[in-house]
């Protein structure tokens, strides 16, 4: 079993960490994934961050780009242009041929598939066509979207509101907000679902917080 890695620092597009030898093998920088254009507007030009993987590739976002490498080879095969991106691009998935990107940098949700886009406008909280390119990663960043996951046909939404965290739970097919789970988690990233609860890492305060999904029993762990 492989781990990818990837960090908001890194000069690497990833690093591939292999539990059972414990060997690294870094993934160079590719310049594609370098939105120079982006200088000067408060996050690393070069952000490889937003990672995913299906049969074929792994992606990578680094700010407005995604990228793909091959699983065969990590040999980098190009750009992805049907997903619209923004600076400070978080988690990015993809689900029934449908991607889902959080948006951090202007609040929102990127849905796109090969013929349609549209986003969820966290602060409107409904679907719009479009949404706003911010100036720089913090002039709509208010409740800072960076983590998404389906669970049970659901779209789970982690907001970390640069302080207390909720979690927008939403219908995969109509993206209406079935439920709003408020946490104690302070800036939360990451949404991971097993044996009914859900897990997000409170970063703000070094600790897990685990969420009972059938009750909503809230329960913080110490790391």
Known sequence: MKLYLTASRSKNSFIIFDLKTNACEAIPY?????????????????RPFGIYEDEEFVYIASNDRLGKFSRDDYDFKGLVKNVP??????????????????????????????????????????????????????????HHINS??????????????????????????????????????KCAHGLEHYNGHLYTLCSGTNSLCEITLTNKVLHKLPV
């Open 30 to 46: 590719q310049e594609a994934l370098d939105c120079k254009h982006l200088k000067d507007q408060g996050r690393k030009t070069f």
């Open 148 to 185: 998404v996951s389906i669970i049970n046909e659901n779209l789970y939404v982690l907001a970390h509101n640069n302080g207390r965290s909720d979690i927008y739970v939403l219908d995969i097919q109509t993206l209406a907000i079935k439920e709003i789970i408020q946490t104690p988690a």
């Open 85 to 142: 991106l923004f600076i400070n691009t978080h988690q990015i998935l993809k689900h029934n041929g449908v991607w889902f990107t959080a948006n951090s940098s202007n609040d929102s949700i990127t849905i796109s598939n090969e013929k349609t886009v549209s986003f969820f406008d966290v602060s409107a909280k409904r679907l719009v066509s479009k949404v706003s390119t911010p100036l720089n990663a913090n002039e709509l960043d208010d």
